[in-house]
Every structure is written in C-alpha cells, then in structure tokens.
C-alpha cells in the first residue's frame, strides 16, 4: 500500500532532488504516492504547507526558520530533514549596471569586495547626479537572496536599507522585471540567471559560491507536529530524496535530469540551461563568455543534503543583523532545532558527516555559539547590542 503526498515546489533547479525522487520512481519504491504542485511564489509554497494542504514542500531555508519563530506570518513550528541544495543562486545585473560596475572596478571582476566596492562607488556617483536609486530584485524578505545580497553589499561600504531598493519578486518573473528596467539587478536561483543571459538582457556577476562557499539554498521542509505523527514517511522521502540526489550528481544521468526538469510540468525552461546548471558550466555575459565552478550548485556531494544547524545559526543571525527580529538566545535555539541531520542520518544510515564550514569572503569565520561576535563584526546593520 502506498502513502500519497502532496509536495509544492518552485520551478527551480534546486528542486531537482525532489522531482527526480518522484519522476525517477525512487519516491514510488518508498511506498510514496507524491503528487508534486508547482507554484509561482515563495508564499504560496509557505501557507499551503502550512494549513495542511501540501505535506512537505521545496522551501526556501530562512522561511523554514521565520515560520518556526512566528517572523512575519503565524507560527508554525517546521522540521527539515533535508538539504535540497547548497549554493545555487547568482546575482545577475544588466548591461548598464554590469558597464558601470566594471569602469569603476579596482581589482579583479571575480572578488566580491572588488565588485561591491564598485557598486559603492556607482551609488555615490548616481547619488551625486540625482539619479534614482538602484533596484535590485530577491525573491522574499526571509530568503537567502536577499541576505546574500545584503552581505555583499554593506562589506563594500553600501547600505541596502539606505543606498539601494530591494524588492520582492517571484523567480520566475525576475527575467522579465530585468528585461522591462523595473530592476537593476537579481539574486535568484537557476536557471533564472542564466536564462536572462540567454537572452543577451543580464551578465552574472557573481555566483552566491563566491560570497559563500557553502550556503544553505532550499529544505525539504515538513510541518513539525506531522513529522512526529509520521516518522516513518519521514524516513521515506529522506532516503527516496538522498537516491535522488545521488543519481543526478553522476555526470552520465544529467542530460537524462536535465530533460526530466525541462518538462513545462516542471521547470519549464530548455534542457541544455538546466545541463549547464547541474554541470557548473555557465554563460555569464551575452557575449558567450563561460565560467565554471564545481561549487555552484552542491545537490548531493560533499553531503549536501544533510541539515547543519549551523546554518540555520548563520541565517538567523542575518535575521537580526538586518532588523527582521530581536537577538533572543532561546530563538537562536529554535532555529538552529529547524534543521534536524538526526532525521538524515537515521534515514541515511551514514555515519555523521563534519558541518560544511559557511566560509563567508569577509568578516571573520562564522561561530554559532558567538553570534554576537558575528553581528559586532560588521558596521552596517540594524542590529544593537
């Protein structure tokens, strides 16, 4: 007899663990009958999780947090087996901004702090001249994006609460708002970046790999009372999604995932943008330039998939450092219990795997039993001690 599950997802290429665990039949000889709900938005995704309609959902990491602290949205405690996916996400800026950028660079186009202090020299110029300012798109206020924009920002000396606009944008319409000069700039997740690129609209200035080396992206995430009331599918889709994900890490499967994902069903884009996505090989400038990394989009090597409350330490530590909520120990707790690599590991059967060091390029290593000394190491902010 099997178990049907509905899974929301969002169209992205972080959400290939979950698609192939379900499309592969690796959910099916689970004993799992998954329905899976592709949506637009990051909200939507959130409150139908949380009302009971979907089971689990593709999530972005920090929602998973604030819906458990109660930040922003009603209270519902969440759990998350599950890394869908390490890094991923790029900024991506357009032709103008990508010009301006590099004539007032000094340094190397790849270091971060070279570039955000190009951009703290963009925004003094434009300030100067009168002209607006910057817009840049991310796709929640509790998402990874914003935040990763933000750290890279404020290390250049720009404040994003005061220098530049952030606005919030489903994934799948940031092409468009770029395309329109509704935005400057995006951080998002594949393929949207390189799509805009594709389209000779956007250059990729950064993969998040060079902000951080190792960033939590998307969770399978779970509502916590269902978890307990269910350990057994929990245990389920943690090993269907970890056969997933270890299936698409193996270069000769991934022309096979990038078609499965290509399907309008799922991601809906071409199959030969997702192939270069899983493989890290992207176009980054209209003109054909190529960069690779193999650190772009950890899906299932170097153990991505098992949760590390350390991470959710670092992001709830963003939360306070940009004024989403106070610093309050015991919260630090309840976020760091969202991620749960004790589910993982009993569902994997591994041993324990070492925490995957942040590895942020400025301010000093991450300490999540010192958060305070994380947040006293930057000066821009809105946190207070």
Same mark, same amino acid.
């Given at each position: ?19 192939? $665990?379900?499309?592969?039949?690796? @959910? ?15 909200? &939507?995704?959130?409150?139908?999780? &949380?009302? *009971?309609?979907?089971? $689990? ?16 949205? #009603? ?19 357009? %032709? ?15 270091? %971060? /702090? ?12 434009? =300030? ?24 890279? /920002?404020?290390?250049? !000396?720009?404040?994003?609460?005061? +220098? ?18 509704? #935005? ?13 690129? +594709?389209? *000779? ?32 599918? #929990? ?15 193996? %270069? ?23 192939? =270069?996505?899983? +493989?890290? =090989? ?5 003109? !054909?330039? /190529? ?8 899906? !299932?090597?170097?153990?991505? *998939? ?28 309840? @976020? ?13 059967? =591994? ?11 400025? *301010? %000093? ?21």
């Amino acid at each position: 007899m099997t178990a049907p599950l509905c899974i929301g997802f969002i169209p992205l290429v972080d959400a290939a663990a979950l698609i192939v $665990a379900v499309d592969k039949g690796f @959910a099916g000889a689970e004993g799992l009958d998954v329905t899976l709900v592709r949506e637009v938005s990051w909200s &939507n995704v959130r409150d139908k999780l &949380n009302i *009971g309609l979907f089971d $689990a959902a593709h999530l972005l990491a920090p929602v998973a947090i604030a819906s458990s602290l109660g930040l922003g949205h #009603v209270k519902v405690p969440i759990a998350a087996p599950f890394n869908l996916g390490l890094n991923g996400n790029a900024i991506t800026v357009s %032709p103008s901004l990508h010009a301006a950028l590099m004539e007032a660079i000094d340094g190397d186009r790849l270091d %971060p /702090m070279a570039t955000a202090r190009a951009l703290a020299r963009v925004v003094a110029k434009r =300030r100067k001249s009168g002209a607006q300012p910057l817009t840049f798109g991310m796709t929640f206020p509790f998402s990874t994006h914003n935040y990763q924009l933000r750290f890279w /920002m404020a290390a250049g !000396g720009v404040d994003p609460d005061e +220098d530049v606009q952030l606005v919030v944008l489903p994934p799948p319409y940031m092409v468009d708002s770029l395309a329109n000069g509704h #935005v400057d700039a995006f951080c998002v997740g594949a393929p949207w970046n390189s799509i805009a690129v +594709d389209l *000779g609209i956007g250059h990729i200035l950064h993969f998040v790999a060079d902000i951080l080396h190792n960033a939590v992206e998307k969770v399978l995430a779970l509502r916590q009372d269902w978890s307990e009331k269910h350990p057994d599918l #929990v245990t389920a889709l943690v090993r269907a999604h970890l056969r997933a994900s270890e299936f698409i890490e193996q %270069p000769e499967n991934r022309t096979e995932v990038a078609q499965i994902l290509a399907q309008p069903a799922r991601i809906g884009v071409d199959a030969s943008v997702i192939q =270069r996505t899983l +493989d890290g =090989r992207l176009k980054v400038s209209p003109d !054909g330039t /190529m960069r690779e990394s193999n650190r772009y989009l950890l899906l !299932g090597r170097e153990a991505a *998939g098992r949760p590390d409350p350390a991470q959710a330490a670092w992001l709830y530590a963003q939360m306070v450092r940009w004024g989403q909520t106070p610093f309050k120990p015991e919260a630090l707790r309840a @976020a760091m219990a969202v991620f749960r690599p004790e589910l993982f590991d009993a569902a994997s059967g =591994r041993p324990a795997s070492a925490p995957n060091a942040i590895g942020a390029f400025a *301010g %000093p290593p991450f300490d999540p039993e010192d958060v305070s000394a994380h947040l006293a190491a930057f000066e821009i902010g809105r946190w207070k001690p």
